[in-house]
C-alpha cells in the first residue's frame, strides 16, 4: 500500500489499460486517443492553453518549462523551501541564469513579502520568470502561489513557471483565472499513472517568450510538441502504453468531477493531520500552509525511521522518509491520487499500532477517532 | 499485428508484469530490480561499461549522447542516408557543433570510403566524434559501422557515437569488442516493451570527455544517471512500470540467448526478403545492406499507401509507411523484437492476397512459398 507522494496508487482501470497491447504511434487510432487526452488535460488544467505531454519526469518537464522561455543571463526569481524549489534553483544555475533564491526554512511557505520587494523594485524589468514550487513534495508545505502570481502580475513582464508536479489535480489551480504562464506536472502524482509522463502547460505570453528563447534544445524544445498537439500526435514516439493508462484515468477523473477531486483532497488532508496530532505528534507545515498532496510529520523523540520500518514490514505501507537535511527526522504521509477515506483510517491506525509498539503512551483509538470525526 | 519497426509486439509476459502497481522507486525492493536490469542490460550490450536507461524516447537518449561528451563549436562527422541521420545531425547543428554531414542517397548505405578520408586528413584531431545511425529505420538499411569504426580507431582522438535504436537486440553489436563510445537505444524495438525507455551506454573515453563538456544539461546529465547506477539507484522517478516490463523482456531476452536472437532475426530477414521478391516487388535496400529490423519494399507502379490500407482494413497489419520525401513510395515491414517465424509467414500470405485484389498478377503462393523456403 502506498502513502508516499509519488508514485501514487493506480487504480486497477489504469493497469489494465496499460496492459494493452501497443498500437502504431502514428496510426489514426492513436491520433484519436491523443485529441481525447489533450482535451481532457485542458479540462484538468482549467485552461484553454496547449496541455503538452512529454516522455520525461517532473524534473525533465520543469527544465523544458525553463530553458524555452528564457535564456543564458536572464534574471529569476526561485523560491526554494525544500528539496523541489531548490532543484528547480540548481537548473536555473545549470543553464546560466541570474538566479536570485528567495528561501525559506524546510517546512515553512515561502515569504509573499520578499517576492513583493523584489517585484516591485526591479523598475528596469530585468526579472524575466519567477519559479515557483506550489506544493513543495519535501515537506507538505503549499505555498501561497495566488498572492505570488498577483505580485507577478502587477510587475507586467515576469512569467510565472510553476511546478504542480502534486498539486495538479489535489487542489483547485484554475490555470487561465490566474493567468498563469507555465505549469509543469507529472504523471505519478494526482493523474493516478504510473511515472514516465510530464506535462507542461503554456500561455500565450509564454509562447511570446519562446520565439526570442536563446537555449539549444530539441527532445526538450516545446515549439516541437505544440505543433505536433495541434494535429493529435506527437514529435517523437509517445509511451503509448502509459498514454493508455492516462486515458483511463483521465476519464475516471471527469467522472468524478473537479469539485468533487478537490474536496476529497481536502477532506483526506485534514483527516490525516487530526489522526497525526490525536497521536501526539507533530505537523511539519502549519495548518494555514498544508498541501493537500503529502502531510509530513516530525515524530521526535521516535525516529522517523523505526516508524517507517514496522509500518512497511509489520502492514505493508509505504510512508515517505525526509529528504536531504530531513533524512531520519521526518516522515511523509502522500494522500495524493487515488485514495480514499478508507486507505487514511487504514493508515492511521497502523501508524497506532506501530507507535504503540515502539513504547509510545498514546490514548487507544484516539488517531482513528479524530480522523473518522473529520471525514465523518 | 504490428509490423512496424516500432513499437513492436510486446510479449503477454510483459504487458502482465507492466500492469502490476507500482512500488515506491527508493525502495529496497526497486533497487533489486534495478541491479537485475543493470547486470542484464550489460549483458545485452556485450559490455562492462554501465548502461543508463533514461526516461526518454531514442530520440532523447541520442541527444544525451551528444550534449553529454562534445561542446559547443566541437567538429563532428554525421552519417546521413535517411530520417534518423538527418534527425542526429539536426540536433549537432541545434546545439551549435560544426557539423559535417557525409551523405548518401536513402536506400543506399554510407560511403565508408568518405569516413576514411575525413578522418586519415583530420591531422590536428579536430574532429571530436562520429555519429553514425547503424540501422536506418527510415529506409531499412544497415550501415557498415564495422567498418567506418576501424577508421575512427586508427584517428585515435573522435569518439563513436552510434544510434543503436534498431539494431541493438537484432543483430549482433560486441560493443566491447569494437570498443563503441556512445551507444543509444530505445525500448520499443529489440527489447519487446512499450516506448518510453531511452537506453545509453557510455565507454570510459567517452567518461572522459563528459569531464570538459561545456553543453548545460540537467534532466539529461548523465553523470547524474552513472553516479546514480552504481547505487542500483535512478537520479529522478524512474517509469517504475515500463522497468517490470524490462525486467520481464531481459529476463525472457537472455532465456532465448544472444546467438539465437540475432539468428532469428538473420532469418527472419532473409525471409521477408525472399518473400517479397518472389512476389515481384522490389527490395529498397540491397542484400548487403540489409537492415535485420526492417526491410522497406519500393512496390511502384502499385501504391505503398494502397497496400497498407488493405493490410490494415482487411487483415489487421500494421506496416509502415514510408516518411518524408518516401510518404507514399515504400512501405516498411518490421521484423524486429518478438517476432517469430509464422508471423512472417501470416505477413507475407496477407500481402500475397492484398496484391491480387490490387489486381496484381503474381504466381499463387510464391511469396509464402520463398519465404518458408528460407525458414525451412
Redesign the interface.
Known amino acids: 500500500m ?1 502513502m ?1 507522494p ?2 501514487t ?2 487504480p486497477e482501470k489504469v ?2 489499460a ?10 489514426g487510432d492513436f491520433s484519436k486517443i491523443i485529441a481525447e487526452i489533450n482535451d481532457r488535460l485542458k479540462w484538468l488544467h482549467q485552461t484553454k492553453n496547449e496541455v503538452l505531454s512529454l ?6 518537464a520543469m ?1 523544458a518549462g525553463i530553458i524555452n522561455f528564457l535564456s543564458p543571463g536572464d534574471r529569476v526569481l526561485v523560491g526554494v523551501n525544500g528539496k523541489f524549489g531548490d532543484r528547480w534553483a ?2 536555473a544555475e ?3 541564469l541570474d538566479t536570485i533564491r528567495i528561501s525559506a526554512e524546510w517546512g515553512d511557505p515561502l515569504d509573499t513579502e520578499e517576492f513583493r520587494t523584489h517585484l516591485e523594485g526591479d523598475t528596469n524589468k530585468e526579472i524575466k520568470a519567477v519559479i515557483i514550487t506550489h506544493s513543495e513534495t519535501s515537506t507538505g508545505v503549499l505555498n501561497d502561489l495566488e498572492t505570488i502570481n498577483k505580485y507577478i502580475k502587477a510587475h507586467g513582464t515576469a512569467l510565472s513557471i510553476v511546478d504542480a508536479v502534486t498539486s495538479l489535480g489535489a487542489y483547485d489551480l484554475p490555470i487561465d483565472d490566474l493567468g498563469l504562464d507555465v505549469v509543469a506536472s ?1 504523471s ?1 502524482k494526482g493523474y493516478m499513472i ?3 509522463l510530464g506535462f507542461i502547460c503554456v500561455s500565450d505570453k509564454a509562447w511570446e517568450a519562446y520565439k526570442t528563447c536563446k ?6 524544445d516545446l515549439g516541437k510538441y505544440k505543433k505536433a498537439n495541434l494535429k493529435a500526435s506527437s514529435p ?7 498514454m493508455y493508462g492516462l486515458q483511463a484515468a483521465l476519464q475516471m477523473m471527469e467522472r468524478e468531477g473537479l469539485e468533487s477531486i478537490f474536496s476529497r483532497h481536502q477532506r483526506l488532508t485534514s483527516a490525516t493531520r487530526a489522526g497525526v496530532q490525536a497521536l501526539g505528534l507533530k505537523l511539519f507545515a502549519a495548518d494555514d500552509c498544508a498541501s493537500t498532496a503529502v502531510t509530513a510529520v516530525e515524530p521526535a523523540p521516535i525516529g522517523a525511521e523505526d516508524i517507517r520500518k514496522i509500518m512497511s514490514s509489520k502492514y505493508n505501507i ?1 510512508l ?2 525526509g529528504q536531504d537535511h530531513f533524512k531520519g527526522k521526518i516522515f511523509r504521509i502522500g494522500h495524493l491520487g487515488f485514495v480514499s477515506d478508507r486507505d487514511i483510517l487504514a493508515g492511521i491506525a497502523c501508524l497506532e499500532a506501530t507507535l504503540i509498539e515502539l513504547g509510545h503512551d498514546i490514548k487507544p483509538q484516539a488517531g482513528v477517532k479524530a480522523a473518522a470525526a473529520v471525514l465523518a
Open positions: 502506498l508516499i509519488g508514485p496508487p493506480v493497469l489494465l496499460m496492459a494493452q497491447r501497443p498500437i502504431g504511434h502514428r496510426s516522455n520525461v519526469s517532473g524534473t525533465g527544465e540548481q537548473i545549470t543553464f546560466g507529472g505519478q504510473p511515472p514516465g537555449f539549444p534544445r530539441f527532445y526538450m517523437f514516439t509517445p509511451p503509448v502504453n502509459l509505504a515517505a522518509g
